[in-house]
């Protein structure tokens, strides 16, 4: 069996396990192991513990590998009496607690997470070993540490809140059978636009401005092709767009212009007797940021400072600062197939481009601060949100805007519809 130096001699209490069984010392190793599978450790740090030997009670244990789940709070006692705090999001915390209870292996990736629950009595064992039997929970240099780490992360932890999807969001609702389903988005106000300080920033983004958005209900997802169809199908809808043999049904309707998608909610309000439209570009930007309030810094994405290709569907060859290379899936996918943002909505970020009603202007000068639509009498350019499938993760940004001809159809083009409430 190979064997590390310091680690097959003398555990982290300075016991001999030499004479240990043979599993232990691959049991020691698996904590390093961590490091070589498909864990992703972006926010946490190191804590060197001089006192680990007084704080770890193991006195009937050759070696204690912790592992533990106090509130959101992950703690692992590695090689060198080092401690690794991560802090786990809602998901994070139970694909870990599942792996470890089902294969003694940590398993998935951690996220800064969104508040401190520190529930002392939730112990999560690893290959047989009960943390609670190991770490004196009353010391005091464990309280100091978790004080600590809460000042540490505090502001990260507000920010992952407004950001985190609400537990409490107002329930979802069809007008009709084939019509698409709705997520109210409550009243705030957002700054639009985006700092000169951005990465990947054009001018046409600024200057930022604020503005108050009156609560409306918008598409949980891009229309589908499903929906799309029974426009088309009902005689609304005089173009049916070809799907690039990537499939219909829940695949979001592409090849769409915005006359086209004006065709769609003028038979969605004729329908329904419902007022429906596209998203006004106000509108469209402060759903995609999901947040009801002026945040203290505007964040390029609603998932943060960077976007990976786990979040959403773009072309993940490339990356923003911050993020890492993935896969690129080279099509366009299911709506829902990523998670939502705070206001309930999915793809806001990638997958197709998304027309609003807004005729394009190449700076925010004189914006309307209402949340309502630019509209010119001869309009020559519309705008699209989002980025798509193809794209760069710089052009998913919640600010950047891509204007075209209201007629162009592409495969990377669709479309979100909105109504009042």
């Known amino acids: 069996m190979e064997t590390r130096p310091g680690l097959a001699r003398r555990n982290a209490l300075g016991q001999d396990v030499s004479a240990r069984e043979p599993g ?28 680990a030997r007084e704080l770890l009670r193991c006195s009937r244990k050759a070696i204690c590998r912790a592992y533990a789940i106090i509130g959101r709070v992950t703690i692992f006692l590695l090689p060198g009496d080092r401690f690794l705090f991560l802090f786990v999001d809602r998901i ?23 508040s401190f629950a520190f529930d002392l009595s939730t112990v999560v064992t690893m290959g047989g070993l009960d943390v609670g039997q190991c770490i004196d929970w009353k010391h005091p240099m464990i309280g100091a540490f978790l004080v600590v780490l809460v000042l540490l992360f505090m502001p990260q932890s507000a920010d992952a809140q407004r950001r985190a999807p609400r537990d409490d969001a107002a329930k ?26 951005e990465r990947g ?8 401005h604020r503005v108050a958005v009156p609560a409306f209900a918008a598409g949980k997802y891009e229309v589908t092709f499903a929906e799309y169809d029974a426009c088309v199908a009902d005689g609304g809808c005089a173009y049916k767009p070809a799907d690039e043999g990537w499939g219909r049904g829940r695949k979001p ?20 007797g419902q007022p429906y439209r596209l998203l006004t570009e106000a509108e469209w930007e402060y759903a995609a940021r999901g947040q009801t309030t002026v945040a203290e810094r505007t964040l ?9 290709y786990r979040q959403a569907n773009y072309d993940a060859n490339f ?34 481009w998304e027309w609003v009603e807004d005729c394009y202007r190449p700076t925010y000068e004189g914006a309307p601060t209402d949340g309502t639509a630019v509209q010119d009498a001869a309009c020559e350019l519309r705008i699209l949100r989002g980025g798509s499938w193809n794209y760069h993760p710089r052009l998913l940004r919640s600010a950047y805007r891509y204007a075209t001809p209201g007629t162009i159809r592409l495969n990377s083009f669709g479309f979100r519809v909105a109504r009042p409430m």
């Not at 920033?201 to 930022?208: A, K, L, S, V, Y």
């Not at 390029?300 to 990976?308: A, E, L, N, Q, W």
């Not at 899936?329 to 197709?352: E, Y």
């Open 24 to 51: 232990t010392q691959a049991r020691w190793r698996l904590m390093p192991n961590l490091f070589r599978h498909n864990l992703s450790i972006d926010n946490s740090f190191w804590v060197s513990i001089p006192l």
């Open 92 to 114: 994070g915390k139970q694909s870990f607690s599942h792996d470890v209870q089902k294969t003694g292996r940590p398993h998935g990736r951690a996220a800064v997470g969104a």
């Open 172 to 197: 979802t609702f069809r007008d009709c059978p084939n019509c698409p389903e709705m997520a109210p988005v409550p009243a705030g106000e957002f700054l639009m636009g985006s700092p000169e300080t």
């Open 201 to 208: 920033r054009n001018r046409d983004e600024g200057p930022q």
């Open 253 to 272: 309707a592409i090849n769409v212009s915005w006359d086209d998608a004006q065709a769609y909610v003028a038979w969605l309000a004729r329908k329904t």
């Open 300 to 308: 390029p994405f609603s998932t943060g400072r960077t976007i990976s």
């Open 319 to 352: 990356v923003y600062p911050g993020g890492q290379q993935g896969g690129y899936r080279q099509k366009t996918t299911n709506v829902g197939s990523f998670p939502r943002n705070a206001f309930g909505l999915h793809d806001m970020h990638g997958n197709t």
